[in-house]
């Protein structure tokens, strides 16, 4: 599935870097379209802003996001996400240091259809990648987004 797109939602460069060294490590090869604030993810997802004339039929195959975001954070792209019907069916999974009670549970009443607290010990984090990267993006099978059933 090389092909499928996966939208990193990240503020801080160590852990973007972290994140893609751990799926290289894991030869997830797919494309990672990075987005570095809220603002920056919805502009990539509804093709406005810096990515105005992207085409829109070809969404992410899955959203890694982080909710402490400058500009609008996690759960405000979450909730948009959510209420536009181009995007309401797409994958996204909080990947996330919060291992806040209230965080967790506002993600997924939030629409998250996972929420991944961030190993802070660099194995366990590579395990973590791989292990969503096996389940989103070979053993799930995403629903059909708008315009594509």
């Known amino acids: 599935m090389k092909d499928e797109v ?30 570095h604030d809220g603002v920056e ?12 004339g992207r085409d829109t039929q070809e969404m992410p195959h899955v959203v890694l996001l982080d909710l402490k975001l400058p500009k609008l954070d996690g759960f405000e792209v979450l909730r948009r996400i959510r209420s536009d019907p181009r995007t309401r069916r797409l994958p996204v999974v909080i990947l996330t240091t919060s291992k806040e009670e209230q965080d967790l549970i506002k993600g997924y009443e939030s629409g998250a259809n996972s929420y991944v607290p961030k190993p802070v010990e660099f194995g366990e984090f590579v395990n973590a990648v791989k292990q969503l990267g096996l389940y989103w993006l070979l053993l799930n099978q995403n629903a059909p987004l708008p315009g594509r059933m």
């Open 6 to 35: 996966i939208l990193l939602v990240e503020d801080n460069p160590d852990d973007e870097a972290l994140t893609l060294r751990a799926l290289k490590q894991n030869q997830i090869l797919n494309q990672v379209v990075v987005a």
């Open 41 to 52: 993810a919805l502009h990539y997802l509804f093709a406005e802003g810096a990515h105005a």
